[in-house]
């Protein structure tokens, strides 16, 4: 089988390129399938992805100018009818666009990164939903906005780090949070709830890290992990921190949160407007050490 992935660019460090790769490295290592990527802009260096791509995997470059819409389809549709793949996988809007738009008629999977409410051009969606053979979601939460659609699955992502156990300090009064700095992911609510914690705490530490090239370090590093996301698509900062042992506390935004912590089990999922509930339990686990290696 021959499956190409599609998409704008994957040069971002962030967690659905980290996923997208991690699934095309293991289905070309592992499989008989032919795996193609398909970068739809063009970049303006030599490093094509942020993580490494496995060398049996085929890069196809349209080397578009982003923004050129027109000559972006155009182009696709010359290359997707010479790779003529089983399936073509898209995302995001552009994703969306492209298959709204191709005259390609072989099959095409769409996989949604972030939620749907969260996009731009909502327009494009309905008319997608149309169009595709089949969609795929992170959670049950974004699956329901795809209610149109002629067949919706939910796949959630899976942590790739590998970690020896009883790698984390429990006694560390460092605290942990990992992300893009970007809009959705809310880090000044973070410091404003830190700066609430800290006078009564001021012997522990908040580490927030962007761009980490170690992330196993920058999670072992502490012996807690909070998340204050806006919305997520699943949010695999979640998995990898309790890959490496840490109890996690974040908001119920929508979706990834309440399908990956149990409350009181392995973390704390607050209701997305109590931030004196938030720091209740950050105390909480801040005091009791006990209770942050049992989680």
């Known amino acids: 089988m021959k499956i190409v992935y599609c998409i704008e660019s994957i040069c971002t460090k962030g967690g659905m390129e980290r996923i997208i790769i991690d699934k095309m490295n293991w289905l070309s290592e592992n499989t008989s399938h032919e795996i193609i990527l398909m970068t739809i802009w063009k970049h303006h260096d030599s490093n094509i992805s942020a993580f490494p791509v496995n060398d049996k995997i085929k890069v196809v470059q349209l080397n578009i100018p982003k923004g050129l819409y027109l000559l972006a389809i155009w182009r696709f549709n010359r290359t997707i009818q010479k790779l003529n793949p089983s399936w073509c996988i898209m995302f995001h809007a552009l994703g969306a666009l492209l298959s709204i738009c191709t005259t390609w008629k072989g099959r095409l999977l769409?996989?949604?990164?972030?939620?749907?409410?969260?996009?731009?051009?909502?327009?494009?969606?309905?008319?997608?939903?149309?169009?595709?053979?089949?969609?795929?979601?992170?959670?049950?939460?974004?699956?329901?906005?795809?209610?149109?659609?002629?067949?919706?699955?939910?796949?959630?992502?899976?942590?790739?780090?590998?970690?020896?156990?009883?790698?984390?300090?429990?006694?560390?009064?460092?605290?942990?949070?990992l992300g893009r700095n970007c809009k959705e992911k809310d880090f000044p609510r973070l410091k404003r709830l830190w700066e609430n914690v800290v006078e009564k705490y001021p012997d522990w530490q908040l580490q927030i890290h962007h761009n980490t090239t170690d992330v196993?370090?920058?999670?072992?590093?502490?012996?807690?992990?909070?998340?204050?996301?806006?919305?997520?698509?699943?949010?695999l900062?979640?998995?990898?921190?309790?890959?490496?042992?840490?109890?996690?506390?974040?908001?119920?935004?929508?979706?990834?949160?309440?399908?990956?912590?149990?409350?009181?089990?392995?973390?704390?999922?607050?209701?997305?407007?109590?931030d004196s509930l938030f720091i209740e339990k950050l105390t909480y686990l801040m005091e009791h050490p006990e209770e942050r290696e049992r989680i």
Request: charged share 15%; net charge neutral; aromatic share 12%.
């Open 110 to 177: 769409y996989e949604s990164h972030t939620p749907l409410f969260s996009m731009n051009h909502q327009w494009l969606y309905p008319l997608m939903m149309r169009r595709v053979h089949s969609i795929v979601c992170l959670t049950k939460g974004d699956a329901a906005n795809f209610n149109s659609a002629k067949r919706v699955s939910v796949i959630h992502n899976f942590c790739s780090l590998s970690v020896r156990p009883t790698t984390i300090d429990y006694s560390a009064k460092q605290v942990v949070s």
């Open 216 to 235: 196993v370090k920058a999670y072992t590093s502490g012996s807690i992990f909070i998340m204050t996301s806006r919305f997520e698509g699943f949010g």
């Open 237 to 274: 900062v979640l998995l990898e921190a309790m890959q490496c042992g840490l109890p996690c506390i974040a908001f119920d935004c929508p979706y990834g949160p309440r399908e990956i912590i149990k409350d009181g089990e392995n973390g704390f999922l607050i209701p997305y407007d109590d």
